[in-house]
């Protein structure tokens, strides 16, 4: 009853090819490789610029649809605003991008019938306080065939406001009250 067993090594260790494991390693840093040079040349091209004109979005037929960034110039009279549904409409008109002055291009934007001019709507934000007359709107979303440009983002700017400086311009424009 006595039963041994004994194990024995073998005489020679014969390794396990790896080359199929080369090729699929290989392969997946090539596709890693590719996935990363593609996100980095979409969103270069993509992001090549901030933003396009209300004069080149409107007349370009190849942006109705399509997600875009645009800016103009804001016109103050043509601003409605819904408070119980959120919604804001308004006018932009093309801003002149070789003016070096921004305040100065705006005004002029705004008083320039000739300008090309854009219907914004905005859906489910409360109106902004620097919504106003003659301000820089810089907005992303889609111009429908229309020709209303149906905006999800709206950003503003407006330096005419704050040129003087600080408190006193303010005060000078009523945007603080004294004492403030």
């Known amino acids: 009853m006595t039963d041994t067993m004994q194990w024995e090594k073998p005489a020679v260790y014969v390794p396990r090819k790896a080359n199929g494991d080369k090729v699929k390693f290989l392969i997946g840093g090539a596709l890693i490789l ?4 593609f996100l980095i040349l979409s969103s270069t091209l993509s992001g090549a610029r ?13 942006y109705v649809g399509q997600p875009v960034r ?15 549904n959120l919604i804001i409409e308004f006018v932009v008109a ?16 705004v008083n ?17 306080d620097l919504l106003r007359h003659e301000a820089q709107a810089i907005m992303t979303g889609t111009l429908d065939a229309n020709g209303v440009f149906h905006a999800t983002e709206l950003n503003l700017k407006c330096p005419t406001r704050f040129v003087e400086s600080m408190p006193e311009g303010l005060i000078e424009e009523g945007i603080l009250e004294e004492g403030a």
């Not at 901030?50 to 370009?60: A, Q, R």
């Not at 016109?75 to 819904?82: A, E, L, R, S, V």
């Not at 320039?112 to 902004?128: E, G, H, I």
């Open 34 to 37: 590719g996935a990363v040079a």
């Open 50 to 62: 901030f933003f396009i004109t209300v004069d080149e979005l409107v007349t370009d037929p190849q």
């Open 94 to 109: 093309d801003v002149d991008s070789d003016s070096p002055e921004l305040g100065e291009a705006l005004h002029l934007a």
């Open 70 to 84: 645009v800016t103009g110039a804001v016109i103050g009279d043509t601003i409605q605003y819904d408070g119980e």
């Open 112 to 128: 320039d019938p000739t300008a090309a001019r854009m219907q914004v709507r905005v859906v489910n934000q409360v109106k902004p």
